[in-house]
T-cell receptor
Framework: DADVTQTPRNRITKTGKRIMLECSQT?????MYWYRQDPGLGLQLIYY???????NKGEISDGYSVSRQAQAKFSLSLESAIPNQTALYFC?????????????????FGPGTRLTVL | QKEVEQDPGPLSVPEGAIVSLNCTYS??????FMWYRQYSRKGPELLMY????GNKEDGRFTAQVDKSSKYISLFIRDSQPSDSATYLC??????????????FGQGTILTVHP
């Protein structure tokens, strides 16, 4: 089984709808991240969470919200979807337990959710 | 100007060629440098990581960091069609506002044709 799973894998929705993307991990990592990927722009950080009670905005958090329900679960919500939120969304995890080594910042990605907002 | 710049390509090479992928950056606090590979319709996966300046080799792949020039490279020797993917450089700092976060380049699309 995959260590980082995302649901749904594909979603088509209409402008104004509320959408939730879910991420679960079995890696036992404490840090989780949400990114969006657009052609030519690479990965842009939306939100990140260093533990269940610590949630922070990334570069492009406007229009998004998150919930860290447990160490293993991190959800991303689009309260009122708009067409320019059409993108590929990735969840990632990392382990702060390797503090002081390059592995601290190594992130492990899920398979992605392709979201289309019409 | 983006903190990390990467030529998006696309890059097309014949099988067996040596491939050079590059990124430049502006934040001198970056200490850890990584290369991720992303196959079509998949999430990025870590390919190599290096700390500070120098070279690191892993099979056909060599990662090179030149902190004085703020420039990193990934070399692929004897490239194979299975190397066809998007390659993303990523960087992080030990502290400050970048702590625990990665900054990614735009990704370079590589195609190796038989």
């Amino acid at each position: 089984d995959a260590d980082v799973t995302q649901t749904p894998r594909n979603r088509i929705t209409k402008t104004g709808k509320r959408i939730m993307l879910e991420c679960s991990q079995t890696k036992g990592h404490d840090r989780m991240y949400w990114y969006r990927q657009d052609p030519g722009l690479g990965l842009q950080l939306i939100y990140y969470s260093f533990d269940v009670k610590d949630i922070n905005k990334g570069e492009i958090s406007d229009g998004y919200s998150v919930s860290r329900q447990a160490q293993a679960k991190f959800s991303l919500s689009l309260e009122s979807a708009i067409p320019n939120q059409t993108a590929l969304y990735f969840c990632a995890t990392s382990d702060s337990g390797t503090s002081g080594s390059p592995l601290t910042d190594t992130q492990y990605f899920g398979p992605g959710t392709r979201l289309t907002v019409l | 100007q983006k903190e990390v710049e990467q030529d998006p390509g696309p890059l097309s090479v014949p099988e067996g060629a040596i491939v050079s992928l590059n990124c430049t950056y502006s934040n001198s606090a970056f200490q850890y440098f990584m290369w991720y590979r992303q196959y079509s319709r998949k999430g990025p996966e870590l390919l190599m990581y290096t700390y500070s300046s120098g070279n690191k080799e892993d099979g056909r792949f060599t990662a090179q960091v030149d902190k004085s020039s703020k420039y990193i490279s990934l070399f692929i020797r004897d490239s194979q069609p299975s190397d066809s993917a998007t390659y993303l450089c990523a960087m992080s700092a030990l502290g400050g506002t970048s702590y625990g976060k990665l900054t990614f380049g735009q990704g370079t699309i590589l195609t190796v044709h038989p």
